[in-house]
T-cell receptor, first 117, second 115 residues
Framework: AQTVTQSQPEMSVQEAETVTLSCTYD???????LFWYKQPPSRQMILVIR??????QNATENRFSVNFQKAAKSFSLKISDSQLGDAAMYFC??????????????FGKGTKLSVKP | ETGVTQTPRHLVMGMTNKKSLKCEQH?????MYWYKQSAKKPLELMFV???????ENNSVPSRFSPECPNSSHLFLHLHTLQPEDSALYLC??????????????FGPGTRLTVL
């Protein structure tokens, strides 16, 4: 069964600095998607970025980028120029890219990111 | 706002009560999900509906009963819950095309407390 591991329960970053959140996963599949979701305190979980496993190029979304290492099964999130609004729980998630499981997401336990002014 | 709404946002109920959680998506999606989010645990998928048909039930106790009357609405009926069922219940939706599902969009959740 697929698993997702986030080894950092909490992280802290100074405003305007860069922080990297770690995520590793285990799967025997070769075709899948990976996601980072952000859940601010008492607010909705929103998609930050997603990566298709068949793409070698790392996904980027403005200040957010990933380092996708398929062989190592690693999918880290880098946040550049951190802002106070980046403070949230960040969840890494995996999804098979075939219809059998209806594309169900498997989540890690999350990393709580604090941003210091 | 992600286009997925949930009501109520907070619910306190006794173990003998019957209540329902409601989810509505305004994204035109055809797949909807219920998740349970407990402290210090990964999100747990409970139910999946595609085109109003339940396609997944992850060994959820029968005291949780889902209902999907159409592709835009999803309910979770609750009865005789236990205190350990206290959690944040999240609804999500996605578009199912050709057997593949796209990105899931989440609602704000219902914070449930069972006394």
């Amino acid at each position: 069964a697929q698993t997702v591991t986030q080894s950092q329960p909490e992280m802290s970053v100074q405003e305007a600095e860069t922080v990297t959140l770690s995520c590793t996963y285990d799967t025997s599949e070769s075709d899948y998607y990976l996601f980072w979701y952000k859940q601010p305190p008492s607010r909705q979980m929103i998609l930050v970025i997603r990566q298709e496993a068949y793409k070698q190029q790392n996904a980027t979304e403005n200040r957010f980028s990933v380092n996708f290492q398929k062989a190592a099964k690693s999918f880290s999130l880098k946040i550049s120029d951190s802002q106070l609004g980046d403070a949230a729980m960040y969840f890494c998630a995996y999804r098979d890219n075939y219809g059998g499981s209806q594309g169900n997401l498997i989540f890690g336990k999350g990393t709580k990111l604090s941003v210091k002014p | 706002e992600t286009g997925v709404t949930q009501t109520p946002r907070h619910l306190v109920m006794g173990m003998t009560n019957k209540k329902s959680l409601k989810c509505e998506q305004h994204l035109g999606h055809n797949a909807m999900y219920w998740y349970k989010q407990s402290a210090k645990k990964p999100l747990e998928l409970m139910f999946v509906y595609n085109f109003k048909e339940q396609t997944e039930n992850n060994s959820v106790p029968s005291r949780f009963s889902p209902e999907c009357p159409n592709s835009s609405h999803l309910f979770l009926h609750l009865h005789t819950l236990q205190p350990e069922d206290s959690a944040l219940y999240l609804c999500a939706s996605s578009q199912l095309t050709g057997g593949q599902t796209d990105t899931q969009y989440f609602g704000p959740g219902t914070r449930l407390t069972v006394l």
